[in-house]
């Protein structure tokens, strides 16, 4: 997997537009403009894809995301079990968020998406799997795991329309950012809460 969610000027420089509803060299009320390294945000299932293919890589399957963002840990994040742990290795709806479910006795800066690697890596080397925005995942959703393959690979078929992202984003309280945690959206789905982090296939 990648070691960064991807950024703005990544999908801008294949695709010409940056569709990010916080898109660099923009500002929102007293915050500092959102930089080049920002994530990539505000694009559906089919341009996650879309981006992936166009680089010979591929969204993760949920088994292959959970793997590394755990990074060999058994907790309920990487950094451990505890909110407190959370500080420094992740940007979810904390204090910076102003929101009545946030965790106010966190403040990592920021109310939406921080810059890419801003924060600590897993013990893997990845940024970002706590918070920040959620990524796209390959699977289709089902409630649970049921009859997914025991291979680590995507869950495809029946297709329903609905996808999966993980991590949680800078918009989720801490147990929506858990290394577990799932959430459902349509394929065709735009959020500023969800972007994207590529896997390549070891040949």
């Not at 420094?88 to 965790?103: E, F, P, Q, T």
């Amino acid at each position: 997997l990648a070691k960064h969610e991807v950024t703005q000027p990544q999908y801008e420089r294949l695709f010409g537009v940056n569709p990010s509803e916080y898109r660099l060299g923009t500002s929102r009320r007293n915050e500092a403009p959102w930089t080049p390294t920002h994530p990539l945000e505000s694009v559906s299932w089919f341009d996650a894809k879309r981006f992936c293919k166009r680089l010979d890589l591929r969204l993760p399957s949920e088994a292959e995301w959970e793997f590394a963002a755990r990074a060999g840990t058994k907790t309920r994040w990487w950094s451990g079990d505890e909110v407190a742990g959370l500080a420094g290795v992740g940007n979810l709806a904390d204090a910076s968020s102003k929101a009545a479910w946030s965790a106010k006795d966190l403040d990592d800066g920021y109310a939406t998406h921080a810059p890419v690697g801003r924060y600590a890596p897993n013990p893997f080397g990845l940024h970002d799997v706590i918070g920040n925005v959620a990524e796209w995942i390959d699977d289709v959703w089902f409630v649970g795991y049921e009859g997914a393959p025991s291979d680590g690979s995507a869950r495809l078929d029946p297709d329903p329309g609905f996808r999966v992202a993980r991590g949680g984003s800078y918009g989720s309280p801490p147990g929506d950012c858990r290394s577990a945690a799932r959430e459902a959206y349509a394929d065709t789905h735009k959020t500023p809460l969800i972007g994207v982090r590529p896997a390549r296939s070891i040949r």
